[in-house]
């Protein structure tokens, strides 16, 4: 079984979504594995991960808006 590691940083301009897809996908295709698994740690505090259908670019707006109807102090874009 192969294993790697390899990390990136995601310059950021205060709250807000960051689309790393491109990273992660770069990330693989230069590791030459084919089938596997991938796990994306953060390592930060106030960060998360969110993942969607990315086949509409409607549905990343949509997630913002949901969140911050949910809690509107969680994200001020």
């Keep these: 079984m192969i294993a790697m ?5 995601v310059p950021t301009r205060g709250k807000g979504t960051y689309e790393i897809t491109s990273d ?16 994306i740690f953060i390592q930060h505090t106030s960060a998360s991960l969110v993942i969607y259908e990315n086949a509409d670019p409607r ?3 949509t997630c913002i808006a ?10 001020r874009v």
């Design 24 to 39: 992660v996908e770069e990330i693989l295709v230069r590791s030459g594995i084919r089938t596997g698994i991938v796990t």
């Design 59 to 61: 549905h990343g707006r």
């Design 5 to 9: 590691t390899e990390s990136f940083i």
């Design 66 to 75: 949901f969140l911050r109807n949910w809690s509107p102090k969680i994200i």
